[in-house]
T-cell receptor, first 113, second 116 residues
Framework: EAGVAQSPRYKIIEKRQSVAFWCNPISGHATLYWYQQILGQGPKLLIQFQNNGVVDDSQLPKDRFSAERLKGVDSTLKIQPAKLEDSAVYLCASSSGLESTQYFGPGTRLTVL | AQSVTQLGSHVSVSEGALVLLRCNYS??????LFWYVQYPNQGLQLLLKYTSAATLVKGINGFEAEFKKSETSFHLTKPSAHMSDAAEYFCAVSGGLTGGGNKLTFGTGTQLKVEL
């Protein structure tokens, strides 16, 4: 079965610019997660969707980050405007339910100059 | 609330030697525990998970981990290291059936180096 797909794989922008990342989860997976992984740290959950509803966005910096999963399938994470400290790998994961194993995509490496 | 501490950000072993990566957790509810591996420029791959069944959990690639409640530990071991095991390893905890939402809290990772 196909895994979690993410694009782009790499992105370089200047601070104050906007950027968007796309994720397509494993087919049939109702739960989708976005994580931020800063160099030298473990991934940190930004937002979790169950179908097209938000389960947890307590660690999402809502003044600049937004995410949507309009049809309960693929998802977009946006940063506007970007700051230097947003440089990180953004990982998308999906699971078949709230208690199930999470499967991760390859990530998008963002560099903010 | 849950948290994970991984002791040793870098571990180096010889090929064929025992691999031991340490993880201690803190959880206010019975935890689910996970080990993930991350190869360069790739996402995380699940090695094994503990979900309150057997305390000794066997995973892929010859890895296993033992849940020790009295020590709040979930250390990862492999009897004989292979060059292909060189990667970064993350321990993670979630609240399981009572914790709600399957939110994973990760440790800071341990970089495993395997030398000839």
């Amino acid at each position: 079965e196909a895994g979690v797909a993410q694009s782009p794989r790499y992105k370089i922008i200047e601070k104050r610019q906007s950027v968007a990342f796309w994720c397509n989860p494993i087919s049939g997976h109702a739960t989708l997660y976005w994580y931020q992984q800063i160099l030298g740290q473990g991934p940190k959950l930004l937002i979790q969707f169950q179908n097209n509803g938000v389960v947890d966005d307590s660690q999402l910096p809502k003044d600049r980050f937004s995410a949507e999963r309009l049809k309960g399938v693929d998802s977009t994470l946006k940063i506007q405007p970007a700051k230097l400290e947003d440089s990180a790998v953004y990982l998308c994961a999906s699971s078949s339910g709230l208690e199930s194993t999470q499967y991760f995509g390859p990530g998008t490496r963002l560099t903010v100059l | 609330a849950q948290s994970v501490t991984q002791l040793g950000s870098h571990v180096s072993v010889s090929e064929g030697a025992l691999v031991l990566l340490r993880c201690n957790y803190s959880s206010s509810v019975p935890p689910y525990l996970f080990w993930y591996v991350q190869y360069p420029n790739q996402g995380l791959q699940l090695l094994l998970k503990y979900t309150s069944a057997a305390t000794l959990v066997k995973g892929i690639n010859g890895f296993e981990a033992e849940f020790k409640k009295s020590e709040t530990s979930f250390h990862l071991t492999k009897p004989s290291a292979h060059m292909s095991d060189a990667a970064e390893y993350f321990c993670a905890v979630s609240g399981g059936l009572t914790g709600g939402g399957n939110k994973l809290t990760f440790g800071t990772g341990t970089q495993l180096k395997v030398e000839l």
